[in-house]
């Protein structure tokens, strides 16, 4: 199988070549292994691998053969060094066991091929951690990739992969997918179990899942590792149908509310605006029902009861991986920020982490009261098109913890609201500037209602296709 035809395929029908005989699981695998190795010299977005054989998988999975990468975050696969993007891992954490989630990518059939880059802890808009430097766009490799999934989504951008896990806990998946021009859906909360290693990633802002080039990719991984397991904290609904039920079908005439105003105050790029408000038209032709409106809440206060929840978990990570390792955390093996924030996460008392916890219930109350009126919310993914490299430096000593979160959210300001609430929200890659980078745009919807931002999603891929851009990085030689 060559690069170029390798590249033009969707994890789909990768699946479809292999199960109908038309190409070997090997072939494809082979593949892969280059079209990595051909864009990861300009990318860097590749922490481990491409190793010479998969992972183990199940070869009547819905994926079967498929290559996929693990974001070296939150996710561990037997025998597989794990380093959360840090120099305090070292050698990296060898787990003996897998996660529920890994398990059920293998029994999708996807065969794990590398483990891509991560900032320190996930805890950055950007890929850039210290310890493995700057993952690269591959519409411009002057900009950034997004984060913290930034290096899953160069390679599933770039056509070396056709789909890679992700995490998100205040936009990682949604970043970096309006960054590269992909489909990030950001599951609801218990709809992907956790277990065993956790129970309530980032007191409930943190999820996992993947990223991918077309809706029916995502809707058919959601159907393959959706559910709980034993011991979940969470429980959710079953969606009504299995989502690859929600392709093309027509959801009927919805209320979409839109809002292109950042809610952190800051400035939107009118190329962003441009972009969503021309999706509000699409969705109006489509027959919904389009109106400007937006959930209220305090942003200020919002940005607040983040500083706690994150560094608090962070200080709990990095304090389990250093008396690991027998280590001293400090500014050799960790960023300015990561330690800033850590040390702040310490001081944090329990009611001050309640209070914290207690915003975000105001505001998903906020949030699902404005849901009873409307079916979906449309805005921007991120408020401007992907940013140069550097723009968001974890490793500035100058910023002190409440400085960075705020940096940070403002970034992101769109994102972190369906984290704090626990419902879905997707990016799509609907939009383009005058010199070609991908915009954003995302959907969220009310708590476990999947199945309507597939459908919706399913018919704006379809009003304005996007599976024929390519960025100039590729591994297709185009």
Not at 95 to 120: C, I, K, W, Y
């Amino acid at each position: 199988m060559k690069a170029s035809e390798y590249a033009g395929y969707d994890a789909t029908g990768l699946a479809a070549l292999i199960r109908a005989g038309e190409v070997s699981a090997a072939e494809v695998h082979d593949a892969a292994r280059a079209a990595i190795e051909a864009v990861d010299e300009t990318l860097n977005a590749v922490v481990s691998g491409p190793w010479d054989a998969p992972l183990a998988y199940d070869s009547a999975g819905t994926f079967a053969g498929v290559p996929f990468a693990l974001k070296d975050f939150a996710i561990h696969a037997a025998g597989v060094p794990t380093y959360f993007g840090s120099r305090l891992a070292g050698a990296g954490v060898v787990f003996p066991h897998d996660t529920a989630l890994m398990t059920r990518f293998r029994a999708a059939g996807l065969a794990t091929v590398a483990s891509t880059t991560t900032p320190e802890f996930a805890f950055n808009g950007n890929t850039e951690p210290v310890a493995h430097g700057s993952t690269r766009n591959p519409w411009d490799p002057t900009r950034c990739a997004g984060g913290s999934s930034g290096g899953s989504a160069a390679l599933v951008a770039a056509r070396a992969l056709p789909i890679a896990h992700a995490t998100d806990g205040g936009g990682s998946i949604r970043i970096p997918a309006s960054a590269n021009g992909l489909v990030g859906l950001k599951p609801s909360r218990g709809r992907v179990s956790p277990g065993p290693d956790e129970s309530e990633p980032l007191s409930g802002l943190g999820v996992e899942f993947g990223l991918t080039r077309s809706v029916r990719d995502c809707a058919a991984l959601l159907d393959a590792v959706s559910g709980p397991v034993p011991g979940d904290k969470y429980v959710v609904r079953d969606p009504v149908r299995p989502y690859v039920e929600e392709l093309n079908r027509e959801p009927g005439r919805l209320r979409i509310a839109i809002h292109t105003e950042s809610w952190a105050d800051g400035p939107v790029d009118e190329e962003v605006v441009a972009a969503v408000t021309a999706v509000g038209a699409a969705l109006e032709g489509l027959g919904h029902r389009v109106v400007p409106d937006s959930p209220v809440f305090d942003w200020e206060q919002f940005v607040d009861a983040n500083l706690p929840v994150w560094s608090v978990s962070l200080a709990e990570g990095i304090d389990a991986l250093a008396a690991a390792f027998g280590t001293a955390p400090g500014p050799d093996n960790l960023e300015a920020t990561t330690l800033a924030c850590a040390e702040y996460g310490r001081r944090v008392t329990a009611t001050q982490l309640g209070a914290a916890l207690a915003v975000f219930n105001q505001v998903s109350r906020s949030v699902g009261s404005f849901f009873t009126e409307y079916d979906l919310l449309l805005t921007p993914t991120l408020s401007a098109p992907p940013q140069l490299l550097g723009e968001l430096d974890a490793n500035d000593a100058s910023l002190t913890p409440a400085q960075w979160i705020q940096k940070l959210l403002g970034a992101c300001a769109f994102t972190p609201l369906f984290n704090a609430t626990g419902g879905p929200a997707i990016s799509l890659p609907l939009g383009w500037t005058r010199s070609g980078l991908p915009i954003g745009v995302q959907l969220a919807a009310p708590m476990c209602d999947e199945g309507t931002l597939i459908a919706v999603a399913s018919q704006l891929e379809t009003a304005m296709l996007w599976a024929d851009r390519m960025p100039g990085v590729n591994a297709g030689g185009y």
